[in-house]
């Protein structure tokens, strides 16, 4: 039996009239210029720069707390053939944070590949983080690296961090996850983070692998102010940071940086500079949109952090030629698939639980899996997230450890979810053993025997900080859209001058009403239909994904009066470009009369 969902609310964006105004008279399309005026962008400047920044504007790296410092312990491992190890994050941010460092490292300040030792720790043998097991398996390692660089990790390792140090390993940390309140961990060599509150780095917004990125570009260019060295520009390391910045949901609106780094990284892709990016090429959109990074390369990359090692991806990210490539991509495939079953099945169990939670007027839910699996719970919160508009955590027993529960959290607009936890823990610091995280996601790990009254702190932390018109499933549109307009030439014009789309810079949805004209069940399982309606006189056809269970009746009806939410969209089919249009919410209504 399917679990019974709240319907959304629909409410238009706010829109910025100076902002407005502004792309008016820069010339912008009047619906392109309301667009971004509904998007949070905090610099004041032009249109154009807003949305197609260059790499020349980027911020520069050594407004970066500890940067020098860190670029010279660097330049004196390069000299000094030390043994240098990659110790990153298990999600895709980490990963391309990975590919980042080996390949900068290796290629373009030409390391030695036997004086780079990689560790990624197993999500769900070793945990989180630069875990006591990922140090302890650097100690063993052989020949040992004196020199370990985090990335997409490591601000809250102090302890592992001090172990290294005891036995004469350096850790420089890079990393973009909010500072403990305990400050950056001390035994680190350096710590490059934009969040640390003495850094002049003024956006915060970006992800753990344009912090590596930083790092590796600060150091080419000290070598060749230094030295007069001809090294390559490591833009061509941005694909991999495009994708990372993406599938790690940064904001693409208020970051400068993000949106440069995107943009040009995507077309990098599209030109297949990689092996990696001429095996997955045929299995997305033609041109490649931002979309094809967040909901098919990135899935496809977690789904072997989430299931295995995350080395797969890594190779598959470095893979030497096209064979390799394409026998990675077939791994990932395999993987992904596994993962998405897990997922459905999780998710499902995790709804039902919400819906029970919700019913009682919890604002947070805090859902307990006994058989859950701890690399999908991110996806399955996320999803109930979005399906009931309510922070959500999921937890399940630690495979090692089972009276220690592993939990991943998703926030909602408006709550900061690490300061949730860090309040949670300040009120009994014997509730949590770990956490970290931001604003809209966060890891955490709690005893077993102290779930249910975790539950009600958390609950009593939430409704001390967000009030009840904050929560409840929402869907932000930029109001009504005349079918008049909706054409090919105007959609390719909406996509080429928005994208990159993300975080913060959704692509845009619209509303209307209409009679429905025809209903075509689609799809093996006949779940997704194909609507045809009638609006303003104007026919109108758009695909409706997942508008029902397979057992379920469909919930609409030919010559039924809606209102509809859809997201106009291009298709390319045997080289011919066509629209494609998705509905992503459709109700019966009584049509509006005037």
């Known amino acids: 039996m399917s679990t019974k969902l709240p319907p959304p609310k629909i409410k238009q964006r706010a829109i910025d009239e100076k902002r407005q105004a502004s792309a008016l008279e820069a010339g912008l399309d009047p619906v392109l210029a309301k667009i971004i005026a509904a998007r949070p962008f905090l610099e004041e400047a032009p249109p154009h720069e807003l949305l197609s920044p260059k790499l020349k504007t980027l911020d520069a790296p050594n407004k970066l707390a500890d940067m020098d410092k860190a670029v010279s312990r660097l330049i004196h491992a390069l000299d000094n053939n030390e043994v240098i190890g990659i110790e990153t994050d298990h999600d895709c941010d980490g990963q391309t944070s990975h ?29 989180y983080g630069l875990s006591e097991a ?8 052989e020949p040992r690296p004196s020199l370990i660089i985090t990335a997409d990790n490591g601000s809250s390792d102090e302890a592992q961090i001090s172990l290294l140090k005891k036995e004469g390993i350096d850790v420089i940390v890079t990393d973009h996850h909010e500072i403990p309140v305990e400050g950056i961990p001390a035994s680190a060599y350096a710590v490059i983070n934009p969040t640390r509150d003495d850094s002049d ?22 070598l060749v102010n230094q030295r007069g060295k001809e090294i390559p520009s490591l833009g061509a390391c941005l694909d991999f940071v495009a994708v990372g910045t993406i599938a790690d949901c940064v904001s693409i609106a208020r970051s400068r940086n993000n949106r440069a780094v995107v943009s040009y990284g995507m077309k990098l892709i599209q030109q297949g500079v990689r092996p990696c990016w001429r095996a997955i090429l045929p299995l997305v ?6 979309e094809d990074l967040g909901f098919k390369i990135g899935p496809l990359l977690n789904s072997d952090g989430r299931l295995s090692c995350a080395f797969g991806s890594v190779s598959f990210l470095l893979a030497p030629d096209d064979v390799e490539a394409k026998r990675w991509v077939e791994y990932l495939q395999e993987q992904n698939a596994e993962r998405k079953s897990i997922q459905d099945r999780i998710t499902r169990l995790a709804l039902s639980q919400a819906s029970i939670q919700c019913h009682e007027g919890n604002i947070g839910l805090c859902i307990f899996l006994e058989e859950g699996h701890a690399g999908v719970h991110g996806i399955s919160a996320s999803r109930v997230k979005d399906a009931f ?9 630690k495979a090692e450890d089972p009276e220690l529960l592993t939990g991943s959290a998703r926030s909602i607009d408006g ?17 949590i053993e770990r956490f970290g995280g931001h604003a809209g996601a966060a890891g955490l790990a709690i005893q077993r025997k102290n779930l249910a009254k975790f539950q009600q702190v958390f609950e009593t932390m939430l409704q001390a900080e967000v009030t009840r018109d904050m929560v409840g499933p929402v869907i932000w549109t930029d109001g009504e859209l005349s079918m008049e307009r909706l054409s090919l030439p105007f959609v390719e014009k909406l996509v080429c ?53 397979p057992e379920d009746p469909m919930p609409v009806a030919v010559e039924d009066q809606i209102k509809f939410v859809f997201s106009p969209k291009l298709q390319t089919f045997r080289g011919e470009r066509k629209l494609n249009n998705q509905i992503v919410h459709l109700e019966k209504v009584l049509l509006p009369t005037f």
Request: aromatic share 12%; net charge neutral; hydrophobic share 40%.
């Open 415 to 431: 709550v900061h979810l690490r300061n949730i936890l860090q309040a949670v823990s300040d009120f009994d610091p014997q509730l």
């Open 389 to 397: 508009g309510r922070p959500t955590i999921i937890f399940c027993p």
């Open 497 to 549: 001058e928005l994208e990159p789309f993300g975080r913060e810079f959704e692509p845009p949805l619209f509303e209307a009403y209409g009679k429905i004209l025809s209903l075509t069940p689609i799809g093996q399982t006949k779940t997704h239909a194909r609507v045809g309606i009638a609006v303003e006189e104007i026919w109108f056809e758009a695909v409706w994904f997942n508008c029902r269970q």
């Open 285 to 290: 959109s033609t041109p490649l949109s931002s």
């Open 134 to 141: 990922v140090a302890k398996r650097i100690l063993k390692d």
């Open 99 to 127: 590919a980042v460092l080996y390949c900068a490292l290796t290629e373009f300040l030409g390391h030695p590949i036997d004086r780079v030792r990689s560790y990624i720790g197993h999500r769900l043998k070793e945990g």
């Open 201 to 222: 780095y003024p956006d915060h917004c970006i992800a753990g692998c344009m912090v590596a990125w930083l790092f590796m570009a600060a150091t080419r260019q000290q």
